[in-house]
C-alpha cells in the first residue's frame, strides 16, 4: 500500500471544545473555553506521514519584534514614539522578509523528499518500504 494512502486512511481530522470552570479565591468564578483543531493519526499513519518543511509563521513573528522593538525603544528613548514607530516598523519589515525567505527555502528543500515520499510503498506484512 503506497504510503500516501496508509496516511490518509488512518488520520482523521480533530475538533474538541473543552470547557473548565474552576472556583479561585474569595468565590471568583473562572471559566474557560479551549478549543483545539488538529489531526489525529494512528501510530501507523503517523509512521506514514508526508515530510513536512520546517515552517515558522512570519506575520506572528514580525508583529512580536515590532512590539519588543517599540516599547524597548520606548522606554529607551523617553517618548520619541514616532521616531521609534519607524525603527520598530524596519526591523520587522527585516525580520518578516528573512522568515519569509527562510519559510520559501525550507519548502524548496522538502520538495524532493516529498517526491520520493510519493513514490514510496510500505509492505503491511514485513514493514519493509520500497518503490513499486
Ligand atoms: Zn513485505
Same mark, same amino acid.
Given at each position: 500500500?503506497?504510503?500516501?494512502?496508509?496516511?490518509?486512511?488512518?488520520?482523521?481530522?480533530?475538533?474538541?471544545?473543552?470547557?473548565?470552570?474552576?472556583?479561585?479565591?474569595?468565590? =471568583?468564578?473562572? !471559566?474557560?473555553?479551549?478549543?483545539?483543531?488538529?489531526?489525529? +493519526?494512528? @501510530?501507523? %499513519?503517523?509512521?506514514?506521514?508526508? /515530510?513536512?518543511?520546517?515552517?515558522?509563521?512570519?506575520?506572528?513573528?514580525?508583529?512580536?519584534?515590532?512590539?519588543?522593538?517599540?516599547?524597548?525603544?520606548?522606554?529607551?528613548?523617553?517618548?520619541?514614539?514616532?521616531?521609534?514607530?519607524?525603527?520598530? =516598523?524596519?526591523? !520587522?519589515?527585516?525580520?518578516?522578509?528573512?522568515?519569509?525567505? +527562510?519559510? @520559501?527555502? %525550507?519548502?524548496?528543500?522538502?520538495? /524532493?523528499?516529498?517526491?520520493?515520499?510519493?513514490?514510496?510503498?510500505?509492505?503491511?506484512?514485513?514493514?519493509?518500504?520500497?518503490?513499486?
Amino acid at each position: 500500500m503506497s504510503k500516501r494512502a496508509i496516511y490518509l486512511s488512518g488520520t482523521t481530522a480533530l475538533e474538541s471544545t473543552t470547557t473548565a470552570v474552576g472556583t479561585m479565591g474569595l468565590g =471568583a468564578v473562572g !471559566a474557560g473555553v479551549a478549543h483545539r483543531q488538529g489531526t489525529s +493519526a494512528t @501510530a501507523l %499513519a503517523a509512521e506514514c506521514a508526508p /515530510p513536512q518543511p520546517e515552517i515558522t509563521k512570519p506575520f506572528a513573528a514580525a508583529w512580536l519584534i515590532f512590539c519588543l522593538t517599540f516599547f524597548g525603544l520606548l522606554f529607551l528613548s523617553h517618548l520619541r514614539a514616532l521616531h521609534d514607530t519607524y525603527i520598530a =516598523a524596519g526591523v !520587522a519589515l527585516f525580520v518578516f522578509a528573512a522568515l519569509r525567505a +527562510a519559510n @520559501a527555502k %525550507a519548502v524548496q528543500d522538502n520538495a /524532493p523528499k516529498l517526491a520520493q515520499y510519493e513514490m514510496e510503498w510500505r509492505c503491511l506484512t514485513c514493514a519493509g518500504v520500497f518503490v513499486p
